[in-house]
């Protein structure tokens, strides 16, 4: 019987992206997640205490026990609450970045084989899987979430992980810059939640052009045309007044001016620099931006101008011989289309030839990572 028949008779493989603060969920073979979930487990201690945010974050666990606990109750609400499905003898599929720790990894495995008993799970990593949604084999990954930007090297199918950088510069530094921003200006602290910041954020915030943050840098904007302010309404009748320069300047964190260069442009060009010669022209005729923070308006533009400006620099003048960058249009929101990338792999016959079986898992508990080539099962990887 020919392999599609069979994996069309087969139920689907459940598709799960752990992210830091959100979770996509679905099935193996659909366009679109069927839930995004905040990654967090509800903290019983604080409930029987009484607080009004019994809630915690899935990845701020003490210890290794914990993290098991808290996986296999966030786990739980997955499958009984959005996919609605027992997962025993269920195939899985975990989206994953080549940097997540390896405790996470081998918790999590622990958590679906021995707790869930799935049949098998398929790890794939973020920054490879992403590019079967475009259907190219070499890219520049930029992936920007809510802990860290992580720029990754693509060629021929191959992640160049010599030549990765990443940086804390994400959505949490611009939740904080927002926070401060608005402290600064009278605010109430009270009332700027995380939910309430990040409201504020993708409703107002927007990324300003290099000459506009360049007099920010030299004057505090005096002599700009002011960005309009708006009013955010909050909890009762309260009213948010959110600045035009909070607006603009808010995601100039990842832009930092300073002698560290440890900003977004400087990562990505670092990045290329590290690649051998022949490879670095055709990752820079094809960057592709994923995660959410990736979404606000501006933030391409922005980039691209940077980094052709830092190519005149005597820092990169007469070291990168690239002329110009190329951006990649996904086919779906940057902040799922690592999921979808998941999606397409498990619903291919490498969900059956590359996943960890139950009885593999039951004899060798190590969870092999993405650089071993001879032992690693369950990464599509070409060496």
């Given at each position: 019987m020919p392999l599609y028949e069979t994996m069309l008779q087969e139920k689907p493989a459940i598709v799960l992206e752990i992210g830091t603060a959100l979770t996509k969920l679905g099935f193996?073979?659909?366009?679109?997640?069927?839930?995004?979930?905040?990654?967090?487990v509800l903290d019983?201690?604080?409930?029987?205490?009484?607080?009004?945010?019994?809630?915690?974050?899935?990845f701020d666990y003490t210890n290794e026990v914990e993290l098991y606990d808290w996986l296999v109750e966030f786990l739980k609400t997955i499958f009984f609450k959005y996919v609605l499905v027992s997962p025993k003898d269920r195939k899985v599929v975990i989206v994953?970045?080549?940097?997540?720790?390896?405790?996470?990894?081998?918790?999590?495995?622990?958590?679906?084989?021995?707790?869930?008993?799935?049949?098998?799970?398929?790890?794939?990593?973020t920054h490879l899987v992403v590019l079967a949604t475009l259907a190219v084999e070499t890219a520049l990954v930029v992936d920007i979430g809510?802990?860290?930007?992580?720029?990754?090297?693509?060629?021929?199918?191959?992640?160049?992980?010599y030549a990765w950088e990443a940086q804390p510069l994400a959505a949490e530094s611009v939740h904080n810059e927002i926070r401060r921003q608005l402290i600064e200006s009278g605010v109430d602290e009270g009332l700027l939640t995380e939910s309430t910041v990040e409201d504020i954020?993708?409703?107002?915030?927007?990324?300003?052009?290099?000459?506009r943050a360049a007099k920010y840098r030299a004057d505090g904007g005096a002599s700009l045309q002011p960005c309009p302010d708006v009013d955010y309404p909050a909890k009762g009748e309260a009213i948010i007044k959110v600045t035009g320069r909070l607006r603009e300047t808010a995601y100039e964190v990842m832009f930092p001016e300073d002698n560290d260069r440890l900003g977004l442009p400087y990562i990505v060009l670092n990045a290329i620099l590290k690649c051998p010669r022949d490879m670095r022209v055709p990752l820079a005729s094809n960057l592709v931006l994923i995660g959410g923070s990736t979404m606000v308006q501006g933030l391409t533009a922005r980039l691209k101008s940077e980094l052709l400006a830092?190519?005149?620099?005597?820092?990169?003048?007469e070291r990168l011989f690239v002329q110009a960058f190329k951006f990649h249009k996904a086919p779906a929101e940057p902040n799922f289309i690592a999921w979808l990338g998941g999606s397409i792999y498990g619903a291919t016959d490498l969900?059956?030839?590359?996943?960890?079986?139950?009885?593999?898992?039951?004899?060798n508990q190590t969870i092999p990572d993405f650089t071993n080539y001879e032992e690693t099962r369950g990464v599509p990887m070409r060496g």
């Open positions: 193996a073979g659909e366009p679109y997640p069927r839930s995004i979930i905040p990654s967090e019983h201690q604080a409930k029987n205490a009484g607080l009004t945010a019994p809630n915690r974050r899935l994953e970045s080549v940097l997540c720790p390896t405790i996470i990894k081998e918790k999590l495995a622990r958590a679906l084989f021995v707790h869930f008993d799935v049949s098998s799970v398929f790890f794939v990593p809510y802990k860290e930007a992580i720029v990754v090297p693509v060629f021929c199918g191959v992640q160049a992980l954020k993708i409703r107002t915030c927007f990324v300003t052009t290099a000459e830092l190519l005149q620099t005597d820092l990169y003048r969900v059956l030839t590359k996943s960890i079986t139950r009885e593999a898992y039951s004899k």
